[in-house]
C-alpha cells in the first residue's frame, strides 16, 4: 500500500549523459529513419548542437541508475502490479547528443480509487542541463492494481 | 517545413503506422530505453503477475506518437505532450499513430496549434493511447 504520507517526497536527483550510441539504439529501437537523429551532420545543419534527444528520451535517461524501480519500490509498489497511466512532458529546451541532464523527482500526489483497488502515485520530474538550462517538465501517473 | 497558416482545424496529420511488434521489438526497446522491467521481456514473469504473456512498453507506442510529431513538424515546436494509457499493447499489435488539429489560437502573438493524438491497434481500431500535443510555430519560441 502506498501511504499518503510520502506526498512531497522528494527523490535523489538523478544525472545522466546523453551518449550517441544510446540515441542511436533508440531511434533503431523505434524504427526511426529521420536523419537528423541519426546523422551529425543533419542535426548541425538543421541547428543542432549535435544530435538531439528525441521527444519521449527524456523518460528513458531518467531510468539511467542500476534501479529504476527502486524509487517506487521504497514506497512499498511492486512490478507486478505496476501500469503506466500517464504521461506528459513540457518541453523548454532541446537536449542534445553529450549533454549532462540531471533529473529532479518529487511524489508530487498520492490517491486510491475504487476503495483501495486501484491506487494512483504521481510523480512530477524537472529536467536541467549542464548550463543550469531548463529542458523539460515530466509528469508520470502511475497506477497500481491490488 | 509546416507554418501556421498552413494548417487549419480538422486537419489530420500524416498516419504512422509501424511494424508487427515483436519479442525482438521489446528487447530491443528495453536495452535502448533501459526500461528493463520484465513485464515486457519475461514471460514468466508476466505469468506470475496474472498476464498471459508479456506486453508492449506503453512508452513504446509513445516514442511512435514522437514520430508522428517531429514527422509533422520540428522538434523544437514541440511545446507539450501529454497522453494517458488507455489500453495494453499486446504481442504481435501493429500500431498506427493518427493525430488531427483540434485548435489553432494566437495567444500572446504564440502560434498555438493543438492536436488530438491517438495510438491505436491497426486491425482492431482499439486506443492504445490518447491525448493531445500542443505545438507552437512561432519562429524561434526557444531562442
Known amino acids: 500500500m502506498l501511504d499518503k504520507n510520502d506526498i512531497g517526497k522528494v527523490f535523489e536527483p538523478i544525472t545522466a549523459s546523453v551518449e550517441k550510441g544510446r540515441l542511436s539504439r533508440f531511434a533503431k529501437a523505434i524504427g526511426e529513419k529521420n536523419p537528423i537523429y541519426l546523422d551529425d551532420a543533419t542535426a548541425k545543419s538543421a541547428g543542432y548542437d549535435d544530435l538531439p534527444v528525441p521527444p519521449t528520451f527524456l523518460f528513458c535517461l531518467k531510468m539511467d541508475v542500476d534501479n529504476p524501480f ?77 | 517545413m509546416i507554418t501556421f497558416d498552413d494548417i487549419n482545424i480538422g486537419d489530420c496529420l500524416p498516419v504512422l503506422s509501424t511494424e508487427k511488434i515483436s519479442r525482438t521489438t521489446l528487447a530491443l526497446y528495453a536495452g535502448a530505453s533501459g526500461d528493463y522491467n520484465p513485464i515486457h521481456i519475461d514471460i514468466d514473469f508476466a505469468k506470475s503477475a496474472g498476464m498471459d504473456d508479456v506486453f508492449a512498453h506503453g512508452m513504446l507506442s509513445m516514442a511512435y506518437l514522437g ?77
Do not use: M
Open chain 2, 67 to 143: 514520430r508522428l510529431l517531429t514527422h509533422w513538424v520540428d522538434q523544437r515546436s514541440i511545446q507539450k505532450i501529454d497522453v494517458r494509457f488507455t489500453a495494453i499493447t499486446p504481442l504481435f499489435a501493429q500500431i498506427i499513430c493518427t493525430g488531427v488539429v483540434q485548435k489553432k489560437q494566437l495567444i500572446d502573438e504564440q502560434e498555438v496549434i493543438e492536436v488530438l493524438v491517438e495510438a491505436k491497434d491497426f486491425n482492431s481500431g482499439e486506443i492504445k493511447i490518447s491525448g493531445i500535443a500542443i505545438i507552437n510555430l512561432t519562429e524561434n519560441r526557444n531562442s
Open chain 1, 70 to 146: 527502486e524509487n517506487y519500490e521504497s514506497l512499498g509498489v511492486s512490478l507486478e502490479k505496476l501500469l503506466h497511466a500517464n504521461q506528459s512532458f513540457e518541453y523548454f529546451g532541446t537536449a542534445v547528443a553529450g549533454d549532462i541532464l540531471t533529473f529532479n523527482s518529487v511524489v508530487e500526489d498520492i490517491y486510491i480509487k475504487k476503495g483501495g483497488a486501484l491506487e494512483f502515485l504521481i510523480e512530477k520530474t524537472n529536467v536541467i542541463n549542464q548550463r543550469d538550462e531548463h529542458i523539460a517538465n515530466l509528469v508520470t501517473t502511475l497506477v497500481i492494481r491490488n
